[in-house]
């Protein structure tokens, strides 16, 4: 096994017989990639002997990379106490889930764990094979930026995206006020006008009984739109999942946390798969809909006092098995959902070149066995990470 390095593209690679999904279902063609990028999509492509890789895909289906665009890259937790606080992504977790674009960020910890942190971490998983953003700021308002604000952030650091993870409704927070909150919102829109980004502020909705109250009210009373709001964990609870229903139906975006328990399901959460295809049926727009993984993050329980009772870690694997579930049980179309860990994040997200296989988008793409849906091939910036099944790059300490 090779350990992985940036700074180079391997050989031209054609990729035969494919079916390719767009997500949407394009049929069977042919994938030109060079220098990291898709060249060509169509049917009967051919080059001169000895000028590419030429691979036949076997009648595989071939889907954009996956994007995970709720990370703990550097690890999460501490809410037991430092022998709590979870380990970072490896390389290895990402390419064994077909994840090739992550979008990494803090939690409740926003000093043990840092920015600066943060941001060297996601430099050292695009150095060893991945694209990676992050988000500003972490469970705490007012919101502590790298450069003295989220604006300047999103204009001078090339990688943030957005403000986040910020806590509401949750006893870890530090019970934003509504100016506190518009505020921030208002700075991180303005942000991301400027700078061309998405400037889109990640919310932490926890289980109180607030819900999503603060960020309606931020609607009805200021000019920033819902979709300035991406809500994640609002599968965590039936009142929460009914919130999110209406919440989109308005107009708003919502995430589905794919990284799960037990526990968590017998106390009422509503799996992702589950509640893609319950709002579906509810007629909610999928396109406002994505699916994350919340991976590396801590899934804490707490008792009604809010004290520790348990903690497990959610993992990038998660993504995409909540999507082949989706399918398999809840007779969910694969580009439906799909759409969720792929065209929808790059569209909401602003990721330019992500989420499609399509002539000039980037060569990120999963193989599929298209029997079982089980992950064959990944492809991150044109480059091999997995075949036959077998991740063949390793990250650098691993």
């Avoid at 990038?316 to 959902?337: N, Q």
Wanted: aromatic share 6%; net charge negative.
């Amino acid at each position: 096994m090779q350990h992985n390095s940036s700074g180079y593209y391997p050989r031209m690679l054609l990729l035969k017989n494919a079916e390719v999904f767009d997500p949407e279902p394009r049929g069977r063609t042919d994938i030109l990639v060079a220098g990291g990028r898709i060249e060509r999509v169509a049917p009967g492509l051919s080059l001169p002997a000895g000028l590419c890789d030429v691979v036949d895909a076997g009648s595989s289906f071939v889907v954009p990379g996956f994007i995970d665009c709720h990370v703990h890259i550097l690890g999460g937790g501490g809410e037991g106490g430092y022998a709590t606080r979870t380990p970072g992504l490896r390389l290895s977790d990402a390419i064994l889930g077909g994840v090739t674009t992550v979008v990494g960020c803090l939690g409740t910890d926003g000093v043990t764990r840092s920015l600066p942190a943060l941001l060297a971490k996601a430099r050292a998983l695009e150095e060893e094979g991945l694209t990676t953003f992050i988000y500003s700021g972490h469970y705490a308002v007012p919101l502590q930026a790298m450069t003295g604000s989220i604006e300047r952030d999103l204009l001078l650091v090339d990688k943030v995206i957005g403000a986040g993870e910020v806590a509401v409704s949750d006893h870890r927070s530090t019970q934003p006020t509504f100016d506190e909150l518009a505020r921030l919102a208002a700075e991180t829109r303005r942000g991301g006008i400027l700078s061309g980004k998405a400037g889109v502020v990640n919310v932490h909705v926890g289980d109180g009984l607030r819900g999503l109250a603060l960020l309606r009210r931020l609607v009805e009373e200021t000019e920033i739109p819902a979709s300035q709001f991406l809500p994640t964990h609002m599968n965590r609870n039936p009142r929460l999942f009914e919130e999110a229903i209406a919440w989109v139906a308005s107009g708003g975006l919502a995430d589905f946390t794919t990284s799960t328990v037990p526990a968590f399901i017998e106390e009422g959460e509503v799996a992702a798969a589950l509640a893609l295809r319950r709002m579906m049926d509810g007629g909610v727009p999928v396109a406002n809909l994505t699916f994350s993984s919340d991976g590396q993050g801590s899934l804490p329980r707490f008792d009604a006092e809010g004290r520790l009772v348990g903690l497990d870690v959610g993992r990038v694997t998660s993504l995409f098995a909540s999507v082949r579930e989706a399918v398999l049980e809840h007779a969910v179309a694969l580009e439906t959902a799909l759409a969720l860990i792929t065209s929808n994040p790059a569209r909401i997200l602003k990721l330019r070149g992500k989420g499609r296989v399509a002539d000039g988008a980037d060569a990120d793409l999963v193989l599929l066995d298209p029997g079982t849906l089980a992950i064959t091939g990944v492809i991150a910036r044109g480059r091999w990470l997995m075949r036959d099944g077998q991740p063949i790059v390793q990250g650098t300490f691993e």
